[in-house]
Nanobody, 115 residues
Framework: QVQLLESGGGLVQDGGSLRLSCEAS????????FAWYRQAPGKQRELVAA???????NYADSVKGRFNISRHKIKNTTYLQMNSLNPDDTGVYYC?????????WGKGTLVTVSS
């Protein structure tokens, strides 16, 4: 059974940084894509960042220049470095892994940015 475990969320002040991690277990197949989504209170889940094996990345306009997504070269693990955080970044961050057109999700980690 494939499982994703996120870590690294928490409370941070406006302008601070956090690093999220997501480690997959239950499969030895390398992910076709890793992504981070977030859901703010009262809003729909939105894509924050994604990365594919070639290293190509894409980001939501709201986080460009502040967030950086990366992945471990061997393990099915992805990271999201978040800098210059602001209160609009508050929400539950979900890790997503896609393998052969099947999406797997973590349970989410809460990020709260205080003003």
């Amino acid at each position: 059974q494939v499982q994703l475990l996120e870590s690294g969320g928490g409370l941070v002040q406006d302008g601070g940084s956090l690093r999220l991690s997501c480690e997959a277990s239950g499969t030895r197949i390398s992910a076709d894509r890793f992504a981070w989504y977030r859901q703010a209170p009262g809003k729909q889940r939105e894509l924050v960042a994604a990365i594919i094996p070639s290293g190509h990345t894409n980001y939501a306009d709201s986080v460009k220049g502040r967030f950086n997504i990366s992945r471990h070269k061997i393990k099915n693990t992805t990271y999201l470095q978040m800098n210059s955080l602001n209160p609009d970044d508050t929400g539950v961050y979900y890790c997503n892994m896609r393998i052969r057109a099947v999406d797997y999700w973590g349970k989410g980690t809460l990020v709260t940015v205080s003003s």
